[in-house]
């Protein structure tokens, strides 16, 4: 049986074994989760909307939320109620993230709080993003709550992972344009959301080629925008046919090879988007690599996927909500700080960190995520 890591969001699949304290554990459980689940829908306006989310005036109902949600998250951890995929985003970890997210939101960058929370959420809903899941309880809830702009309706869609309507929404935000109140920037991060979905949760080409086509027939969109689906669409007719590599358990030097090979450029610090070809070869590589986690979670070369992951999801960080290199970065340096890669991951996550806590103003980190910096360091010495 396959089981979901969730800290604390109401869609994931709790095992019976892990609960081990029967219906009274289940039933302490499932109050924890549908508090989370309220503070997500009281979130919902703002999580769809940056300006919403960056808007002085919501700040103390966002902040009343993200601090419920993590003492939440904390408290459904501490009961060891959580259960683990191949991934296995430890729980300290995903709750750390949460605090984080509360800490940067009252101190620290908005637009990134918001991408962070956004990533987060993903990764609560499910380890695994190229399994699509449909959260019935969600969708029930939502029913009553639909947004009237379609790419903000979509936006929390995907970020619930029920991607069958989040994909309509998102195709009527193009297709509709500019007639359905939905602005230029929005429909770039509509096509960026479509590669996502069919390359890395859906592995559909065909059905991405379909969808490119239908986005590019609107006349109304601007040159740009129509030249940029065009050279997307060519790229995708290219490599249709390649498929997506398998590789099993002993055949790290050759998964290792392919992953190096398609990030040449970001392990060398080049991450430009230049050509459609690596914009999806990147988010492919990232598809593999979950799919071999998955199958093979003991494997030795976890520290390495979780540091490729990085870079594969750092190609991201604000066109896709699910993208999260802090995540794994922390991952790798909490769960194996004697490995040689850890040192790096952690220069990577405090240079990540120190972004998120730099405005205008300067660079302001709060007392707590210096000392878990400074707890990470020391992990990484006292092994050597």
């Not at 998250?73 to 300290?92: D, F, L, P, R, V």
């Not at 065009?230 to 007719?237: K, M």
């Not at 850890?342 to 990540?352: I, M, N, R, T, V």
Request: hydrophobic letters at 35%.
């Amino acid at each position: 049986m396959k089981k979901w890591i969730f800290a604390g969001v109401a869609s994931a699949v709790v095992s019976a074994s892990v609960l081990g304290g029967g219906s009274a554990a289940r039933a302490e459980v499932k109050v924890f989760m549908d508090q989370m689940l309220e503070q997500v829908f009281r979130l919902k306006p703002y999580l769809v909307s940056e300006e919403s989310f960056k808007d002085p005036k919501n700040s103390q109902k966002i902040s009343e939320s993200l601090t419920a949600m993590a003492a939440l998250s904390k408290k459904i951890n501490h009961e060891k109620m959580i259960t683990k995929t191949g991934y296995q985003i430890s729980a300290n970890v995903l709750n750390q993230q949460l605090k984080d997210v509360e800490e940067v939101f009252k101190t620290g960058n908005k637009s990134y709080a918001l991408w962070s929370l956004r990533s987060t959420l993903g990764v609560c809903m499910s380890c695994h993003t190229q399994v699509p899941a449909v959260s019935t309880r969600f969708s029930t809830l939502n029913e009553s709550r639909v947004l009237t702009n379609p790419f903000e309706e979509a936006e929390f869609l995907f970020v619930i992972r029920n991607f069958a309507e989040a994909l309509k929404l998102y195709e009527k935000s193009v297709t509709g344009y500019p007639k359905n109140n939905v602005v230029l920037a929005d429909v770039e991060k509509t096509i960026q959301r479509q590669l996502y979905y069919y390359v890395r949760v859906a592995r559909d080409f065909k059905s991405l080629a379909g969808t490119l086509k239908n986005d590019k027939a609107n006349t109304q969109l601007p040159k740009k925008t129509r030249e940029r689906l065009q050279n997307l669409l060519s790229a995708v007719e290219a490599m249709k046919e390649e498929g997506y590599p398998q590789f099993t358990d002993d055949k790290k030097a050759e998964l290792k090879t392919y992953v190096e090979k398609g990030l040449k450029e970001e392990l060398s610090g080049d991450f430009s988007l230049d050509l459609p070809k690596k914009e999806i070869g990147a988010l492919k590589i990232s598809s593999v690599l979950y799919e071999y986690l998955n199958r093979y979670p003991e494997t030795s070369l976890k520290p390495e996927i979780l540091y490729w992951l990085s870079f594969c999801e750092g190609r991201y960080r604000y066109q896709s909500m699910y993208s999260l290199p802090e995540l794994y970065l922390k991952q790798c340096v909490v769960e194996f700080p004697h490995h040689p890669i850890a040192k790096k991951c952690l220069a990577e996550y405090q240079d990540l960190v120190t972004m998120s806590f730099t405005g205008s103003s300067g660079t302001h980190i709060p007392a707590d995520v210096s000392k878990e910096l400074q707890t990470l360091q020391d992990l990484i010495q006292k092994i050597k």
